[in-house]
């Protein structure tokens, strides 16, 4: 039987995109990354006509293709770089695919925005009083469409 890397890209055998992520380890089972993807949470990335366009678990996935998966408040932009129906180590789904350079870019510039309001303060055990005004004030600010801080009147 021939390797996966022996194999060119137009004799591969098509992979579905709930099986690709699963293997390249976006998520931990088939079933959380059909889930996310009947969400819309994975879309194809911007290429022409259907920028952003939303994709169903049994779309085949192909070398060259990109798609943007959001999880939780984590968004990627990733390039296939090759195809896999099995789930192996973190290194083999590393080279599955690779995040784009504006990903990797945004995502760091999130963290970091995070760590500098200090979210890990706020999560750790039961919220004190002031606590929970932090959240509110975080949760109104994001949700509401305000960002100078004022109260509604």
Not at 41 to 67: C, I, N
Not at 134 to 141: E, K, M, Q, T
């Amino acid at each position: 039987m021939a390797s996966a890397a022996s194999i060119s890209p137009s004799q591969q055998p098509p992979v579905r995109i709930d099986k690709w992520l699963w293997a390249a380890r976006f998520f931990k089972t088939r079933s959380l990354a059909t889930d996310a993807i009947d969400a819309g949470h994975v879309r194809r990335a911007a290429s022409g006509s259907v920028a952003g366009e939303r994709v169903k678990p049994a779309l085949a996935v192909r070398v060259g293709d990109g798609y943007v998966i959001q999880r939780g408040d984590m968004i990627q932009e990733v390039l296939v770089l090759a195809l896999s129906e099995r789930r192996g180590s973190a290194t083999d789904a590393a080279l599955l695919y690779r995040e784009t350079d504006d990903s990797i870019k945004r995502r760091l510039d999130r963290q970091a925005m995070r760590e500098a309001a200090g979210a890990q303060t706020l999560l750790r055990g039961r919220p004190t009083k002031q606590d929970r005004r932090r959240l509110a004030d975080l949760f109104s600010r994001n949700y509401s469409g305000r960002d100078d801080g004022r109260e509604r009147s």
